[in-house]
């Protein structure tokens, strides 16, 4: 039998979602099998990683590969976002796979096996989406989270493309979750809300990008924050809210919460970097996502959420859309693709605009980037972690690094970037995945297809 290789990474600093110590890190195979003072242990392979952080590899929970959407198809697949996820030190990436017209969800996750295999560079699972709660489909349930994957969303929103849920149906569906052991995911956007506003505002002839926020307000993302907390309370099922961008819904959660309704939130990236203000430029198409960019002060908000705990991680969304497609809606903001580009900048940015300014700590960040993730979607010990038995995907990380993002500096198969020249402090500079060195400074050295599928059980 041949004898595992062995690593040693030594001097860096160990960050956990609890501290952050000077320690060594042993690595065997593909399981980390040691942490802390090793300097009396030999291994095949030593490496430096003095003045280093040394994290836990990112744990993205919301991706949309080959997402087909409002007339056109993200441009990350399996590989492309994969290898842009790995030079953005993240090793685990969940995407979303919508059941189609009279498809079955045990066929939508088959869809993104067949997707992911062969293209895949780093760990993977799947959210199936329910478009269509028959009775069938309902039933299926219990199966598709017997085949790991027990998260499953649905959309309060966008009835035209087909793809909504009636809150009666999210009612069952909760259920059924309840009882199967599985989580439900929701857009939380008030679909009459939305509907009513956005053919007023272009028949006023106000078609700019900045309207895509007027045409869903604050309020409508609120509205659909209550009636998900209502059903959630009613039925006791398990409640995510995705890319949270309201303050008064981070409060309604925090409330929910404290009266024993098991809902939790998380935000995105670009929440927290860009203000509504981004639409208003001449380019400001790049900006529109769902729910849109928000005010300054809510903004902060947000922030002071991911300080105290009331959002538990944050995630890319990314939506990586051709500028060819986002220009669709260039004359009218209803036909822009809704989605930003951000897997490869979620870990940098974060850190450069939380840990380096002072907003939330290194813990916490590793917290929100990493633990938490794995922990809430079934992934945790094996993933988000540096402990004796999980995964080896490690990330060595410069805090010191001053680089800007743009399209020579990032990976990702996008033409365009919101982030473009954005100043960032902190930067990847090794990548392991399951104790193989993936990424080495600009240089990815891992072969398509060897991403595994994350079969994952809710705790």
């Known amino acids: ?67 087909e959407f409002m007339g056109t ?15 953005g030190g993240t090793t685990s990436v969940i995407d979303f796979s919508n059941q189609w017209p009279g498809g079955t969800l045990k066929e939508a996750l088959d869809k993104k096996h067949n997707e992911a295999d062969g293209q895949a560079l780093v760990d993977w699972g799947v959210h199936p989406v329910i478009t269509q709660p ?22 309060m929103t966008y009835r035209e493309e087909g793809i909504m849920t009636e809150a009666r149906d999210l009612k069952k569906i909760l259920a059924r979750l309840r009882d199967s052991g599985g989580m439900l995911m929701i857009h939380a956007e008030d679909n ?48 995510f809210i995705v890319h949270l961008a309201s303050d008064k819904g981070m409060r309604m959660i925090a409330e929910a919460r404290a009266q024993g309704v098991d809902v939790l939130a998380e935000t995105c990236t670009h929440y927290l ?23 300054k002060a809510i903004q902060d908000e947000l922030w002071k959420g991911l300080q105290d705990g009331r959002i538990r991680q944050v995630s890319s969304d990314d939506a990586a859309y051709s500028w060819e497609a986002k220009l669709m809606g260039k004359d009218r903001f209803d036909r822009c693709p809704n989605g930003i580009p951000g ?22 960040f590793v917290g929100l980037i990493s633990t938490q993730p794995a922990r809430l979607f079934g992934l ?3 993933k988000g972690c540096l402990a004796p038995g999980s995964d080896a995907d490690v990330v060595l990380f410069d805090p010191e ?41 600009e240089t990815c050295l891992a072969e398509k297809g060897r991403g595994r599928y994350l079969h994952r059980r809710l705790a």
């Open 1 to 67: 039998m041949t004898k595992e290789k062995s690593i040693l990474i030594r001097w860096g600093t160990v960050v956990s979602d609890q501290s952050a110590s000077r320690q060594d890190v042993l690595i065997r195979g593909d399981t980390i099998v040691a942490v802390g003072d090793l300097s009396d242990i030999k291994a095949d392979r030593m490496i430096d990683a003095s003045g280093l952080l040394v994290l836990p590899g990112g744990v993205d929970t919301h991706v949309h590969f080959n997402d």
């Open 73 to 87: 198809v993200s441009v990350h697949d399996f590989y492309t976002g994969t290898l842009a996820a790995a030079y």
């Open 134 to 155: 028959t009775p069938d489909t309902l039933n299926e349930i219990p199966l598709v989270v017997e085949h790991g994957a027990p998260t499953i969303k649905c959309y």
């Open 192 to 239: 009459d809300m939305a509907e009513d506003n956005i053919p007023c505002l272009i028949a006023e002839g106000k078609t700019q990008a900045i309207y895509h926020a007027r045409s869903k307000p604050p309020e409508c993302e609120e509205r659909a924050i209550g009636q998900g907390i209502a059903m959630a309370r009613e039925t006791g099922g398990r409640l």
């Open 273 to 295: 970097v860009f203000t509504e203000e981004y639409l208003e430029r001449e380019d400001g198409i790049k900006w529109i996502c769902s729910p849109p960019l928000r005010s």
């Open 343 to 364: 897997i490869e900048t979620r870990l940098p940015v974060l850190y450069s605009q939380g840990v380096a300014t002072g907003r939330i700590s290194l813990s916490r």
């Open 380 to 382: 945790y010990p094996k």
């Open 401 to 441: 690094a001053e680089w800007r993002l743009n399209a020579t500096s990032l990976h990702m198969a996008t033409d365009w970037s919101a982030f473009d020249d954005t100043k960032i402090k902190g930067k990847v500079v090794k990548v392991f995945s399951r104790g193989e060195l993936i990424v080495d400074g």
